[in-house]
């Protein structure tokens, strides 16, 4: 029987999801700007033996019309939001097992940055770190922000992101062999200088050459995750990922996802298996069937076609509002446009390739009412959250849930006092939690590096050079 994995998403910001919640009673998330609100959802989560807390990021902002929308404003619309990676090592101090997974888009900073904040955070949370790789979205709002004339188009977005992580692995694999930092007081020695490796890196986007400054972390790598469901993306999650978000709102498209990165890994020379797929989850579950519809229909109630305008429109540079609501989205994918080289995945789920009718804009406007980005939607009682959560990992091949909360932390308490209890009964959930470092919770590896068929064990220092790809070359 198939164990289920348990994340949550969240954003240092006032609430995920792209949906509206933080003014109800129950929610606490505009206290996010309060490390206490984070060490207390950390701690929860923690006893709790969920594996990760996920924090995405992004530059983005919401853009209507090339312009900040009133409703992203007054309602915290995926704006405004900090830098989640700056608390990692404060959370992870006031916890003893429990994961951090943080974003990190392939397209601004060098991978060499990238690779030394990681390894950075992975020495401090004692292997406990994760990083998404992300090519970003809402990338005309990033582009105008750091000055970017262009924006990269998406499939090339990918490419570039082989490299850059080919880049980061290099340095994180082949730089310093396991013995090298000794820190001897006796023989005064930190670090043996004949077991540092030089790199010459050249590649299309990026070049470095050198020595990677940070010894390595009890990962070395970070646990790859990715997030980004479009064909290319799925490639790209074939080929790198050890953990994969898909994006999923039904069960069909989710279990077509599932099985094709997991086909792609194996063409790889991957055990497509190895791979952990989750999706994201809005989970609101009470005692009663009757308490948990009633506490959904109160977020419902929150939600307005203006909210759902905002979201969209970042994802995808589709103003909805502007749209004739009687007609579908080839209205505007006709008239051609920037439209597809930004999130393409909240595109192609309403144009469907089938052959069925597409949903007018009126009916995504009420489909996306309290959806936003999240993934499934599931309200019920204990046992029928628990039934539901079995029969979807079965139905899908997926490995686990990202818990998207509504009215955090008092949504995910009661998941953890409810829903937790009962998965463990019934065998879905280990009867203690996992300990040991993010690598060996989630993919229940012997140790805490990337597995022998993962692609990036190909920079290991000990391999030898002469099968080493031209472009990724580990010297002396
Ligand atoms: C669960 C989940 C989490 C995500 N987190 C982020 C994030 O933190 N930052 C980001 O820019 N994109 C994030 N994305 C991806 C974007 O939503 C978008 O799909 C992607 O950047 C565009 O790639 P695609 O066209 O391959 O889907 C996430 C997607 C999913 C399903």
Not at 361 to 385: H, M
Request: proline share 6%.
């Amino acid at each position: 029987m198939k164990q289920i994995h348990l994340g949550v998403f969240e954003v240092a910001g006032p609430q995920v999801g792209g949906t509206l919640s933080w003014p109800h009673p129950l929610a606490e998330s505009a206290r996010f700007h309060e490390l206490d609100h984070w060490i207390h959802i950390a701690q929860l989560l923690d006893g709790a033996g969920f594996d990760f807390l996920f924090f995405a990021d992004g530059f983005g902002f919401p853009s209507i019309g090339g312009d900040l929308p009133e409703m992203a404003a007054r309602g915290g619309i995926n704006f405004p939001s900090m830098d989640p990676a700056m608390m990692i090592s404060a959370l992870a101090h006031e916890t003893e097992r429990l994961g951090f997974v943080v974003t990190s888009s392939t397209g601004l900073d060098h991978p060499v940055q990238t690779a030394r904040r990681f390894a950075t955070l992975d020495h401090l949370t004692g292997g406990r770190v994760g990083w998404n790789i992300v090519t970003g979205a809402s990338q005309n709002t990033v582009a105008e922000l750091f000055g970017h004339e262009t924006m990269n188009a998406h499939d090339a977005r990918y490419d570039q992101a082989d490299e850059y992580l080919d880049l980061a692995m290099t340095l994180w694999e082949g730089s310093w062999e396991d013995d090298a930092f000794v820190a001897d007081k006796e023989a005064q020695i930190l670090a043996h200088r004949d077991k540092l490796h030089r790199h010459e890196f050249v590649g299309e986007h990026f070049r470095s050459s050198g020595y990677f400054t940070v010894d390595p972390s009890p990962q070395r790598t970070p646990v790859l995750f990715q997030a980004g469901t479009s064909a290319r993306g799925r490639a790209y999650a074939a080929r790198n990922a050890e953990c994969v978000f898909v994006q999923g709102t039904t069960v069909e498209q989710t279990a077509f996802n599932v099985a094709d990165i997991r086909a792609k890994a194996a063409e790889w020379g991957r055990d497509p298996n190895s791979l952990k797929i989750m999706v994201g989850l809005t989970v609101t579950v009470a005692p009663t069937h009757d308490k948990a519809v009633a506490l959904r229909a109160e977020f419902d109630d929150l939600q307005t076609d203006e909210v759902v305008a905002v979201l969209y429109a970042g994802n995808t540079g589709i103003d909805l509002l502007s749209l004739d609501p009687t007609r579908d989205l080839t209205q505007i994918l006709d008239a051609g446009g920037p439209i597809g080289q930004m999130g393409q995945s909240n595109i192609d789920r309403f144009v469907p390739k089938d052959g069925s009718t597409p949903p007018t804009v009126r009916e995504i406007l009420d489909q996306l009412s309290g959806r936003g980005t999240r993934g499934l939607q599931l309200t019920g009682s204990t046992t029928e959250v628990a039934d539901e959560l079995e029969r979807l990992i079965d139905a899908t091949d997926l490995d686990g849930f990202l818990l998207e909360p509504i009215f955090a932390p008092g949504d995910l308490e009661d998941f953890a006092r409810l829903v937790v209890p009962e998965l463990r009964r019934r065998g879905r959930m280990p009867a203690e939690p996992g300990t040991g470092t993010l690598r060996e919770q989630m993919l229940g590896r012997p140790g805490p590096h990337l597995s022998p068929d993962h692609p990036g064990t190909r920079f290991k220092v000990s391999r030898p050079a002469a099968t080493t790809p031209a472009s990724a070359m580990v010297s002396e």
